[in-house]
T-cell receptor
């Protein structure tokens, strides 16, 4: 079955420290992968998409097909990065997004 | 640009009752998807509507049904409510249904409690 696993429920780091939010998926084909973010008292919103190969708010994510991973990284965390982060998988066009359970990132000074 | 709006924000029902949740899509979007998010879980796909037709369905029983109207707003109906239906129900709109690049715009959700 297609699945997204985010092994950490909570990740706590200090401001300025590097951040890596882990995401592993189970799917044998070439999926499309996304990171969605929910800041406090805001709605869930798209952070970045694998297909766009973009860097948003200093975050990047690289698809590693060998390890079936799509980890989200930022070299220097900021307090405003504190939020809930969801990794999501779309196995192929015409299928729905499959979300992981999410990781709460807490950045403290 | 008007974002996705959902109503009501909170709802309390008893087991066996029926409920209707409403969603207005973002301006210019013709597709609405509904997700159920239980406590501590990620959103789970219920179904999607595109141009008033169901365009995909997740692993939910038939008592979960929906509608999309000509203005692309949508309703989610749940019959014979069960305790496990207690969750946050999210609506999301887009302009490219189920495409690989589909970008979802979410509403704030309706928190449903079934007692």
């Amino acid at each position: 079955a297609q699945r997204v696993t985010q092994p950490e429920k909570l990740l706590s780091v200090f401001k300025g420290a590097p951040v890596e939010l882990k995401c592993n998926y189970s799917y044998s084909g070439s999926p499309e992968l996304f990171w969605y973010v929910q800041y406090s008292r805001q709605r869930l919103q798209l952070l970045l998409r694998h297909i766009s190969r973009e860097s948003i708010k200093g975050f990047t994510a690289d698809l590693n097909k060998g390890e079936t991973s799509f980890h989200l990284k930022k070299p220097f965390a900021q307090e405003e990065d504190s939020a809930m982060y969801y990794c999501a998988l779309r196995p192929q066009a015409g299928t729905a997004l499959i979300f992981g359970k999410g990781t709460t990132l807490s950045v403290s000074s | 640009e008007t974002g996705v709006t959902q109503s009501p924000t909170h709802l309390i029902k008893t087991r066996g009752q029926q409920v209707t949740l409403r969603c207005s899509s973002q301006s210019g979007h013709n597709t609405v998807s509904w997700y159920q998010q239980a406590l501590g879980q990620g959103p789970q796909f219920i179904f999607q509507y595109y141009r008033e037709e169901e365009n995909g369905r997740g692993n939910f029983p038939p008592r979960f049904s929906g509608l999309q109207f000509p203005n692309y707003s949508s309703e989610l109906n749940v019959n014979a409510l069960e305790l496990d239906d207690s969750a946050l129900y999210l609506c999301a709109s887009s302009d490219s249904p189920l495409s690989r690049e589909e970008k979802l715009f979410f509403g704030s959700g309706t928190q449903l409690s079934v007692l």
